[in-house]
């Protein structure tokens, strides 16, 4: 089945430090992949999103390109602030079998910026 | 209101109450979901409607159950709750199931209801 890998948290950085949050997933066929932030005591918002191989999706500085060849899409920003505190998490959705499949989500990563 | 609202936003329940929470989507929507978000664990898929159809239940136990009235709505009544049952639960739409693969199928969360059961 479908499945989504995030490198484990939490993820500790000071303002304006490189962030790069590591996701690989294994799907059939060719599955749509987004990343969603959780903010302290929300729901998920949808980041950002890619279709298709080599598709770059962007918002709020951050970015991630979806990677057939290595079955990734790794989530960066240049340079971070206190407000991208949040948890972090990578999902996909693909049709499988013939079956609509839903959002298959990792297990979310934890990152706190320090002033 | 705009997006998806969920009501209340903080439940504290006995092991014998009934109690319901609410959903509701203003985005012209036709799929709902539920989800429970445990400390230290992945999000869990509960229930799918699309187009007030149940088309998933991922062997959640019966003392959940949900009821879509029509697209914008959509309820989880609980009853005989255990204190493992204590989470976040949270509630999302998206367009249609027709269109998952397509990439336009991205789901809106609600902000949850966080459910402490005693």
């Known amino acids: 089945g479908d499945s989504v890998t995030q490198m484990e948290g939490p993820v500790t950085l000071s303002e304006e430090a490189f962030l790069t949050i590591n996701c690989t997933y294994t799907?059939?066929?060719?599955?749509?992949l987004f990343w969603y932030v959780q903010y302290p005591g929300e729901g998920l918002q949808l980041l950002l999103k890619?279709?298709?191989?080599?598709d770059k999706g962007s918002n709020k500085g951050f970015e991630a390109t979806y990677r057939k060849e290595t079955t990734s899409f790794h989530l960066e920003k240049g340079s971070v602030q206190v407000s991208d505190s949040a948890v972090y998490f990578c999902?996909?959705?693909?049709?499988?079998?013939?079956?609509?499949?839903?959002?298959?989500f990792g297990s979310g990563t934890q990152l706190t910026v320090l002033p | 209101e705009t997006g998806v609202t969920q009501t209340p936003r903080h439940l504290v329940m006995g092991m014998t109450n009934k109690k319901s929470l609410k959903c509701e989507q203003h985005?012209?929507?036709?799929?709902m979901y539920w989800y429970k978000q445990s400390a230290k664990k992945p999000l869990e898929l509960m229930f799918v409607?699309?187009?007030?159809?149940?088309?998933e239940n991922n062997s959640v136990p019966s003392r959940f159950s949900p009821e879509c009235p029509n697209s914008s709505h959509l309820f989880l009544h609980l009853h005989t709750l255990q204190p493992e049952d204590s989470a976040l639960y949270l509630c999302?739409?998206?367009?249609?199931?027709?269109?998952?693969?397509?990439?336009?199928?991205?789901?809106?969360f609600g902000p949850g209801t966080r459910l402490t059961v005693t």
């Open positions: 999302a739409s998206s367009q249609d199931l027709g269109l998952v693969g397509t990439g336009r199928n991205e789901q809106y």
């Open positions: 799907a059939t066929g060719y599955p749509s």
């Open positions: 890619a279709t298709k191989a080599d």
């Open positions: 999902a996909l959705t693909s049709i499988s079998s013939g079956s609509a499949r839903q959002l298959t």
């Open positions: 985005l012209g929507h036709n799929a």
């Open positions: 409607y699309n187009f007030k159809e149940q088309t």
